[in-house]
C-alpha cells in the first residue's frame, strides 16, 4: 500500500502578503479565542488589508481536548466587525494542522472562490494537567496500538529513537548537538518559549533538570507544550504583486501516509521523503538550491531522520549534517533557524502557520536579526502530524 501523494504546479499561484507571530510559552492569561483574534487581527494589519476585502478564513486548531470550546471556526470574526458573514472553517490534521489550513486556503484561491484569504493557527494547551496533556497528545497516534502507551507521544518517539539507534547505532550525540543547536538559535528568536543556550554539555548528559523522558530521549529531546498563535494573509499572486511585501508559494506538496506504525518503516519517514521529492521536483530544484529550511523537530530523533527524509544525507547518516556543522546559521543548509519546535514551542494548531511566518520573515529580511539567515532566498517547511503521517512541504520564495 502506498502513500496518497497530492502535489501543486511550480509556477506561484499565491502568495503571503502579510504575518502575525504571537509569543509561544506558557500564555494563563490568555485562551484560543484571545489568541486566535490577536493573530488575526494583527495579521491584516501587517499586510494593510482590510477585513471587508477578506474572502474566506480557515481556522488551524488541533484541540483534542485541550480547551472546552471545540466550535472555534467562528472565533476569528471577533478580531473585526469587516469578517462577519465571512466564510470561516476550522481545519485539523494534528501536529500539521496549520499547514493543512494553509493548503486549505492556497486552494480557496487557485479555485478562484477567493482573491485574499485569512489562515490563523492557534493552540492554548498549558490549562490542562500533565496527564490531561499526554492523553490529548496521543489522540494523534493511533489508538488500537497506543491506547496503553502510558509515556505519551515522547513513548512514540522513544521508540523510533530505540529502532533508529538498534540500525545505525548510538546517536546521543548527535541529538544533543541538535538540541544545543536548537536551543541557541532560539535564543535570538524573541517569539520562542525558551530563549536559553543550553549548550552541548546539558543536552547530552542526564541530570536532575534533564531527565530521561522516554527511552534514549530527555527532556532536551521533546518540544515544549506551548499556548500561541500566529497567522498570514494569503493573496493571489496578482493581487500580491501590487502589494508592499509577497512571499510566493513556488511549490507545495502533501503525503498522508497510514496512521498506524505496524506496517511502516518508522525509521525512514517515507511521507515525509515522497513530500520532499514532490515538493522540489514540482519547483523544480535540488535541495541544494534551499537558503534553510524550517522542519519539523517535535524530538531531536524527528530532526535527525528528516535529515535523511529530505536527502541531505544517505539513511543512518544524518549525524554527519549537524556534526560538521551543516545545518547551523552560516552551514551549508541552516536548518531550524527559529530554534524550532524544539526551542519555539509547540502550539499545536499554529505549529504550521508559524514555519510559515518566520521563514516569510526571513526571505523579505524582517527576521529577528539574531536569527536572519544572510541572503535567503529560498525557503523549504516540513511540517508533520503523528508519527510522520500526515506530511506537509512547502517551497517559498521572495516576489517582492
Given at each position: 500500500?502506498?502513500?496518497?501523494?497530492?502535489?501543486?504546479?511550480a509556477?506561484?499561484?499565491?502568495?503571503?502578503?502579510?504575518?502575525s507571530?504571537?509569543?509561544?510559552?506558557?500564555?494563563p492569561?490568555e485562551?484560543?479565542?484571545?489568541?486566535?483574534?490577536a493573530?488575526?487581527?494583527?495579521?491584516?494589519?501587517?499586510a494593510?488589508?482590510?477585513?471587508?476585502?477578506v474572502?474566506?478564513?480557515?481556522?488551524?486548531?488541533?484541540?483534542?481536548?485541550?480547551?472546552?470550546?471545540?466550535?472555534?471556526?467562528s472565533?476569528?470574526?471577533?478580531?473585526?466587525?469587516?469578517?462577519?458573514?465571512?466564510?470561516a472553517?476550522?481545519?485539523?490534521?494534528?501536529?500539521?494542522?496549520?499547514?493543512?489550513?494553509?493548503?486549505?486556503?492556497?486552494?480557496?484561491?487557485?479555485s478562484?472562490?477567493?482573491?485574499?484569504?485569512?489562515?490563523?493557527?492557534?493552540e492554548?494547551?498549558t490549562g490542562?494537567?500533565?496527564?490531561?496533556?499526554?492523553r490529548?497528545?496521543?489522540?494523534?497516534?493511533?489508538?488500537?496500538?497506543?491506547?496503553?502507551?502510558?509515556?505519551?507521544?515522547?513513548?512514540?518517539f522513544g521508540?523510533i529513537?530505540?529502532?533508529?539507534?538498534?540500525?545505525f547505532?548510538?546517536?546521543?550525540?548527535?541529538?544533543?548537538?541538535?538540541?544545543?543547536?536548537?536551543?541557541?538559535?532560539?535564543?535570538?528568536?524573541?517569539?520562542?518559549?525558551?530563549?536559553?543556550?543550553?549548550?552541548?554539555?546539558f543536552?547530552?548528559?542526564?541530570?536532575?533538570?534533564?531527565?530521561?523522558?522516554?527511552?534514549?530521549?530527555?527532556?532536551?529531546?521533546?518540544?515544549?507544550?506551548?499556548?500561541?498563535?500566529?497567522?498570514?494573509?494569503?493573496?493571489?499572486?496578482?493581487?500580491?504583486?501590487?502589494?508592499?511585501?509577497?512571499?510566493?508559494?513556488?511549490?507545495?506538496?502533501?503525503?498522508?501516509?497510514?496512521?498506524?506504525m505496524t506496517?511502516?518503516?518508522?525509521?525512514?519517514?517515507?511521507?515525509?521523503?515522497?513530500?520532499?521529492?514532490?515538493?522540489?521536483?514540482?519547483?523544480?530544484?535540488?535541495?541544494?538550491?534551499?537558503?534553510?529550511?524550517?522542519t519539523?523537530?517535535?524530538?531531536?530523533?524527528?530532526e535527525?531522520?528528516?535529515?535523511?527524509?529530505?536527502?541531505?544525507?544517505?539513511?543512518?547518516?544524518?549525524?554527519?549534517?549537524?556534526?560538521?556543522?551543516?545545518?547551523?546559521?552560516?552551514?551549508?543548509?541552516?536548518?531550524?533557524?527559529?530554534?524550532?519546535?524544539?526551542?519555539?514551542?509547540?502550539?499545536?494548531?499554529?505549529?504550521?502557520?508559524?514555519?510559515?511566518?518566520?521563514?516569510?520573515?526571513q526571505?523579505?529580511?524582517e527576521?529577528?536579526?539574531?536569527?536572519?539567515?544572510?541572503?535567503?532566498?529560498?525557503?523549504?517547511?516540513?511540517?508533520?502530524?503523528?508519527?510522520?503521517?500526515?506530511?506537509?512541504?512547502?517551497?517559498?520564495?521572495?516576489?517582492?
Amino acid at each position: 500500500m502506498t502513500a496518497h501523494v497530492a502535489i501543486e504546479s511550480a509556477a506561484p499561484t499565491t502568495a503571503i502578503v502579510g504575518w502575525s507571530h504571537t509569543n509561544f510559552g506558557k500564555r494563563p492569561e490568555e485562551t484560543v479565542e484571545t489568541l486566535i483574534v490577536a493573530a488575526a487581527d494583527a495579521a491584516l494589519t501587517h499586510a494593510g488589508i482590510d477585513a471587508t476585502d477578506v474572502d474566506e478564513m480557515f481556522i488551524g486548531h488541533f484541540n483534542a481536548g485541550f480547551s472546552a470550546q471545540d466550535f472555534t471556526a467562528s472565533l476569528v470574526l471577533q478580531a473585526n466587525p469587516g469578517l462577519r458573514f465571512k466564510p470561516a472553517t476550522r481545519v485539523e490534521n494534528a501536529c500539521a494542522t496549520g499547514s493543512a489550513a494553509i493548503h486549505q486556503g492556497i486552494r480557496a484561491i487557485e479555485s478562484k472562490r477567493a482573491r485574499i484569504v485569512l489562515v490563523v493557527g492557534a493552540e492554548h494547551m498549558t490549562g490542562c494537567s500533565a496527564e490531561e496533556i499526554g492523553r490529548n497528545l496521543l489522540r494523534a497516534s493511533y489508538l488500537p496500538e497506543e491506547r496503553d502507551n502510558r509515556l505519551g507521544f515522547a513513548g512514540v518517539f522513544g521508540r523510533i529513537a530505540g529502532a533508529y539507534m538498534e540500525r545505525f547505532g548510538d546517536q546521543s550525540d548527535a541529538l544533543a548537538l541538535i538540541a544545543a543547536k536548537n536551543h541557541r538559535n532560539g535564543a535570538g528568536n524573541p517569539y520562542a518559549q525558551m530563549r536559553k543556550d543550553l549548550g552541548y554539555e546539558f543536552c547530552r548528559h542526564e541530570s536532575e533538570r534533564n531527565p530521561v523522558v522516554a527511552g534514549v530521549l530527555k527532556r532536551t529531546d521533546c518540544s515544549p507544550v506551548s499556548d500561541g498563535a500566529a497567522a498570514l494573509v494569503l493573496a493571489d499572486v496578482e493581487t500580491a504583486r501590487a502589494m508592499r511585501r509577497s512571499v510566493g508559494f513556488r511549490a507545495i506538496a502533501h503525503v498522508q501516509d497510514r496512521l498506524p506504525m505496524t506496517g511502516r518503516d518508522i525509521v525512514a519517514f517515507e511521507g515525509c521523503a515522497r513530500a520532499w521529492s514532490q515538493a522540489l521536483g514540482s519547483a523544480g530544484l535540488a535541495l541544494d538550491d534551499l537558503s534553510f529550511v524550517e522542519t519539523h523537530d517535535c524530538f531531536t530523533i524527528a530532526e535527525l531522520i528528516e535529515y535523511e527524509a529530505m536527502g541531505l544525507t544517505s539513511p543512518g547518516e544524518g549525524a554527519r549534517a549537524v556534526r560538521e556543522g551543516w545545518t547551523q546559521i552560516g552551514g551549508k543548509l541552516p536548518v531550524n533557524p527559529s530554534g524550532g519546535l524544539k526551542a519555539k514551542g509547540h502550539p499545536i494548531g499554529a505549529t504550521g502557520v508559524s514555519m510559515h511566518a518566520l521563514s516569510a520573515m526571513q526571505l523579505c529580511g524582517e527576521a529577528p536579526p539574531a536569527i536572519q539567515v544572510p541572503n535567503a532566498k529560498l525557503a523549504g517547511i516540513f511540517n508533520m502530524g503523528g508519527a510522520a503521517v500526515a506530511n506537509y512541504v512547502s517551497v517559498l520564495e521572495r516576489l517582492n
